[in-house]
């Protein structure tokens, strides 16, 4: 049970963060707005999904954007490959004052999930606004951040603004699609000059609301700002068995064998793991939870061996993915045909691994806990990148919970590790430090983000617009 005094904090502070007329959207939209509705408007209906879609496409439409606004041909590049001429992207460049200051990087992807028109309840590729709400595949993941750094470029052309810091945009493709060629990726490898900066600022941080939008009469309850993420990697289990007639089966068996193999990685626990971030985050969410729960997280937080804490913690599945490398099977392939035994047996295994934890190490773990050297498992995507913790800057963390008090009233901004994964990893991974910064807010189940229905709430977009230019200004202008 909360302390009543904590239970009385809590109600005042989303009380706050109801009826504060930051959040507040009653009135007519501004010019400027109206200029961003249909800058996002255009990017959510150009098709980026990895199959019928084209990132190279919508990177020309935002270009165009910036070259109207006063972008000269030289400061923007686009870029793609032969092999994939539909990935593409874009860079641009606003030039700063100060040479001896290094760049500041906005980063964004545009690919977004496949999304079929026959499930879903509107058309995925037409922003739809409803009851409060914008609709469509990539309203939240990730075109709102592309469409907010993109339009904080504009206006900052339009205005003349003369930053001190160089800032950098890079619209990139193939961050949903593990495997498929990755924007972020080959810039690092290929012309990390083009976007070379201090530090980046990308998707992964963002609100959260008590389970309903502002809209529906729900409050706001946090922002976050993600700083370090997970490697994503994924593994090939194989069971191979000369296989035969199914009318006299022998003991060994393909799927019998890849079946204990997953029982085995169904069991595995991996140790552990704190960085700063993670406890800071176990410390000051614990103390905002309350609770069992929250008492647990406190006390894990100050020690780790306290395992009657960690039995608590383990209960919630998001904190016990925060606190180490998780593996699961995700997918398997087995038999071919119904009256022979089967010659091959696959599955899929996917690990998101802890910041400093390499492929190889994963792959060890998986292996000893199968025990079996007759089960091969291989990475299915080489030569990951390992996940590089960012430090927790207050350079960076001040102005975002300063500029968050105003936006924001009353709301706790909190730094996290994802769980899951962007593509900051491949920029972490040749030195530029990575930040999810505070945008929009969501629900619980996540607005539809990879599901049906994507959806973003109106003021949430328009909120974190402002928001965020206000941050790219002041973190440019120092």
């Not at 934890?357 to 080489?382: C, D, F, Q």
Request: glycine residues 10%; hydrophobic residues 40%.
């Amino acid at each position: 049970m909360k302390h009543p005094l904590l239970r009385t904090m809590t109600a005042l502070v989303a009380s706050l963060a109801v009826t504060a007329p930051a959040l507040a959207q009653s009135a007519p939209l501004r010019a400027d707005q109206v200029a961003f509705r249909g800058l996002y408007k255009e990017l959510v209906e150009t098709n980026t999904t990895v199959t019928n879609g084209s990132c190279t496409d919508a990177a020309a439409k935002m270009g165009a954007r910036l070259k109207a606004a006063g972008f000269t041909d030289d400061r923007i590049t686009y870029f793609a490959t032969p092999e994939h001429p539909k990935d593409g992207g874009l860079v641009a460049v606003l030039p700063g004052s100060d040479a001896k200051l290094k760049p500041l990087l906005l980063l964004a992807h545009i690919d977004v999930v496949e999304a079929k028109r026959a499930d879903w309840t509107r058309d995925p590729f037409t922003l739809i606004e409803e009851n409060g709400y914008f609709y469509g595949r990539g309203t939240v993941d990730d075109k709102a951040q592309a469409s907010i750094w993109t339009d904080t470029m504009v206006r900052f052309a339009a205005a003349g603004y003369k930053p001190k810091r160089t800032i950098k945009l890079a619209l990139t493709c193939g961050e949903e699609t593990s495997g498929a060629f990755n924007g972020a990726e080959w810039l690092a490898q290929n012309h990390k000059d083009w976007i070379d900066a201090e530090y980046a600022l990308n998707e992964g941080g963002g609100g959260r609301t008590d389970g309903k939008g502002l809209v529906d009469g729900g409050k706001l309850v946090g922002q976050s700002i993600q700083i370090g993420e997970k490697a994503y990697q994924d593994f090939t289990l194989t069971a191979t068995n000369p296989g035969g007639h199914s009318s006299a089966p022998p003991p060994d068996n393909a799927i019998y064998d890849l079946s204990r193999a997953l029982l085995a990685v169904g069991g595995l626990e991996f140790p552990l793991q704190f960085n700063d971030v993670t406890r800071a985050y176990f410390a000051k969410a614990g103390a905002a939870r309350g609770g069992e729960l929250g008492a647990a997280m406190i006390a894990l937080a100050k020690n780790p061996a306290d395992k009657a804490a960690e039995a608590i913690v383990n209960k919630d599945k998001g904190l016990h993915s925060m606190l180490r490398t998780t593996c699961v099977a995700t997918m398997v392939d087995a038999g071919h045909a119904l009256n022979a035994l089967p010659q091959r047996a696959t599955a899929n295994v996917n690990c998101r691994m802890f910041p400093g934890r390499t492929s190889a190490e994963t792959m060890a773990a998986l292996s000893g806990a199968i025990a079996n050297p007759a089960i091969r498992i291989e990475e299915r995507v080489k030569d990951k990148p390992i996940a590089v913790q960012p430090p927790l800057d207050p350079r960076i963390v001040g102005p975002v919970e300063k500029l968050a008090a105003k936006y924001y009233p009353g709301v706790p901004v909190t730094p996290t590790m994802s769980t899951g994964a962007t593509d900051g990893v491949y920029l972490e991974a040749v030195g530029i430090p990575v930040y999810g910064v505070p945008s929009v807010w969501t629900n619980p189940d996540g607005n539809g983000t990879h599901g049906l229905n994507e959806r973003v709430e109106v003021r949430a977009l328009y909120t974190a617009r402002d928001y965020l230019y206000d941050l790219v200004r002041d973190l440019s202008s120092k």
